[in-house]
């Protein structure tokens, strides 16, 4: 099945350091979406990807999606304490209909 | 606030037991998403329902089911309850079939 690969587990970093977290799929997908889980809350969307090599932006935050729509990644520009937390990538593939989401990556900024 | 709703917060119980988790998905949305999530684990998908009906199937144990209900509200029934099964349970709900989702809060189960 469907299987979402996402590194580094872990990334510690000082404030004001860059982040970057990738996200590989097995399968070409339909789109991506990323997702901020807080340290005791729940995932929260943050954006969607759709098109083959698509970048988006958001403040801080640079999103892609690569060329053969296999893998994406995010990167945070000068990190912040409140960009804390794990940052899961999720993809649906075009014949399967559930988002399977990828292990995560749990940052810690240090102040 | 995502406007889903999971009840209840909380929940611990022993062993052999059964216990059935409720999620009530944002106003209009028709797709219902259960994901179970163990201690620094992933999103492990469980099952997802539209409109009523079952659309697709994740890695859900036999000892699992669940069901959405006309008013769009589901459950998540959990039997024979083990120890592994302690985790994080999430419901999502989504407007579109391929749109973003919004998570609840989750349900906490503790099995002892």
């Known amino acids: 099945g469907q299987q979402v690969m996402q590194i580094p587990q872990y990334q510690h970093v000082q404030e004001g350091e860059d982040f970057t977290t990738y996200c590989n799929s097995s399968?070409?997908?339909?789109?991506i979406q990323w997702y901020k889980q807080r340290p005791g809350g729940h995932p929260v969307f943050l954006i969607q990807?759709?098109?083959?090599?698509e970048v988006k932006k958001q403040k801080r935050l640079t999103f892609q999606f690569g060329e053969a729509k296999k893998n994406s990644s995010l990167h945070i520009t000068a990190t912040q304490t409140t960009d804390v937390g794990t940052y899961f990538c999720?993809?649906?593939?075009?014949?399967?209909?559930?988002?399977?989401f990828g292990s995560g990556t749990q940052l810690t900024v240090l102040p | 606030d995502s406007g889903v709703t999971q009840t209840p917060k909380h929940l611990i119980t022993a062993t052999g037991q059964r216990v059935t988790l409720r999620c009530s998905p944002r106003?209009?949305?028709?797709?219902v998403y259960w994901y179970q999530q163990s201690l620094d684990q992933g999103l492990q998908f469980l099952i997802q329902?539209?409109?009523?009906?079952?659309?697709a199937k994740g890695n859900i144990l036999e000892r699992f089911s669940a069901q959405q209900f006309p008013d769009l509200h589901s459950e998540l029934n959990l039997s024979s309850l083990e120890l592994g099964d302690s985790a994080l349970y999430f419901c999502?709900?989504?407007?579109?079939?391929?749109?973003?989702?919004?998570f609840g809060e989750g349900s906490r189960l503790t099995v002892l």
């Open positions: 999502a709900s989504s407007g579109t079939v391929s749109g973003e989702l919004f």
């Open positions: 399968t070409t997908l339909s789109n």
């Open positions: 990807l759709v098109k083959s090599g």
């Open positions: 999720a993809g649906r593939s075009g014949s399967a209909r559930q988002l399977t």
């Open positions: 106003s209009g949305d028709l797709s």
């Open positions: 329902y539209y409109n009523g009906e079952e659309r």
